[in-house]
């Protein structure tokens, strides 16, 4: 077929063509009143409803309209979270660092000076511990009869192992530390406090109501009131019998807020006495040990 006839074919049968065309393109959708509304207001140029809104806002207006209603992911969450855990934890060690220092910081020049000689005071008896550890051993290596040098060490270490297991009585100077609790209101942590102070500052031997404190003493509050050590009862006036240094343990009973201090807002009466002799004649009896044995040959 020519050209010609092409456009003659064409030409004879628009409405072929046209109706065609109609039936591949979708039908058209009949605009809303409001979207005509709309496009008329667009083709004048003049601004539509929400364009009116926006700019009759203020700034404050439109930054609280973008901040709330809040927008947040699952991760923006887990990270606020994270980040008040974190704040809160550092809060409470603030709080509690203050807490711990606040004694110390409201406390005079004289107890400072005092506190400090007391660890000068610690640093020196573990020097001369040291040092008397290293003379034994010169001693036995020089020693012309090494067998008898040993026996009287041995024999000298089983009497402090017997003073600080309770197994033998001892003497020596140190203080009487009388706790007199009138309202009941004095616990078995707060003797336990007085205790641990004690043994801080280089007490060798303690004796409570005649029952002898050794490193596994336990002490624990009664149901009727009072308090049981190792399991007997004491009652008030609760008497420590002290060995060791008085220069040392009387002061750091009285450290500001330390055991007296402590035990006197519990409206209860404490004494502190030192003493050139003090005995301490409670004993324990020797355990053996279920399973521990010597490793030595």
């Known amino acids: ?79 606020a979270l994270l980040l008040f855990g974190l704040g809160f934890g550092l809060a409470v060690q603030v709080a ?16 400072l000076v005092r506190i400090l000689d007391e ?24 020693s012309s009869d090494q067998a008898e040098e040993a026996r009287k060490q041995t024999v000298e270490k089983e009497r402090q192992l017997g003073i600080l297991a ?16 009138t309202k009941g209101t004095v616990e078995a942590d707060m003797l336990l406090d007085a205790i641990q102070e004690l043994r801080a500052a280089g007490a060798e031997a303690i004796q409570v109501n005649g029952v002898r404190v050794v490193a596994g003493t336990f002490l624990a509050d009664e149901d009727g009131g009072g308090v049981s050590v ?23 009973l009285n450290i500001p807020g330390g055991v007296v201090q402590t035990l006197e807002k519990e409206q209860a009466t404490v004494t502190v006495e030192r003493a050139d002799k003090i005995i301490v004649d409670a004993l324990r009896a020797a355990k053996q040990p279920d399973y521990a ?3 030595s040959q």
């Open 293 to 295: 044995r010597s490793s």
């Open 96 to 111: 509690s660092t203050s807490d711990n220092d606040g004694a110390l910081r409201g406390a005079r020049q004289e107890d």
């Open 230 to 252: 190792d399991g007997n009862k004491i009652d008030t006036p609760y008497r420590f019998k002290v060995i060791g240094k008085p220069q040392d343990l009387e002061p750091a």
């Open 166 to 181: 309770g197994t033998v009585a001892a003497q020596g100077p140190g203080i009487t530390l009388t706790i007199k609790d």
């Open 119 to 142: 660890l000068d005071d610690r640093t020196q008896r573990l020097e001369d511990e040291k040092q008397g550890l290293e003379d034994q051993r010169t001693e036995l290596e020089n």
């Open 1 to 79: 077929m020519s050209d010609n006839d092409k456009s003659d074919a064409s030409g004879k049968h628009p409405e072929t063509g046209e109706k065609r065309l109609r039936e591949e393109l979708p039908e058209e959708v009949a605009a809303t009143p409001a979207q005509a509304s709309e496009a008329q207001a667009l083709d004048a140029g003049a601004p539509v409803a929400g364009e009116e809104t926006e700019r009759s806002l203020t700034g404050r207006q439109r930054l609280g309209k973008g901040l709330w209603p809040p927008r947040v992911t699952r991760a923006q969450l887990i990270v």
